[in-house]
């Protein structure tokens, strides 16, 4: 049983943000504008910001490219 329980839903390949960002701006047609922090972020890592259980047998039925597509439009 699975209620109550917090799992991640992830796809099998990690994104960096400049990548999402990139997704945006090609779906929207507009610049994203990005406004860095106090800290540069490093250029070759990945955060995985979840540490749990993903849930079991989960798959997405989007990719990035379509789920972005699919928000933007509504």
């Known amino acids: ?3 109550g329980k917090s799992f991640a839903v992830r796809g099998k390949n990690p994104y960096k ?3 999402i960002i990139a997704v ?3 779906v929207s047609g507009k610049k ?3 406004k860095h922090g106090k800290w540069q972020k ?5 955060k995985n910001i979840w540490r749990g259980k993903t ?11 379509e ?3 699919s928000m933007l439009k509504e």
Do not use: T, Y
């Open 1 to 3: 049983n699975i209620a």
């Open 55 to 65: 849930l079991p047998d989960w798959r997405p039925k989007h990719s990035l490219l």
């Open 42 to 46: 490093p250029s070759r890592e990945i």
């Open 17 to 19: 943000i400049d990548e």
């Open 24 to 26: 945006f701006e090609k």
């Open 32 to 34: 994203v504008l990005v």
């Open 67 to 69: 789920g972005i597509q």
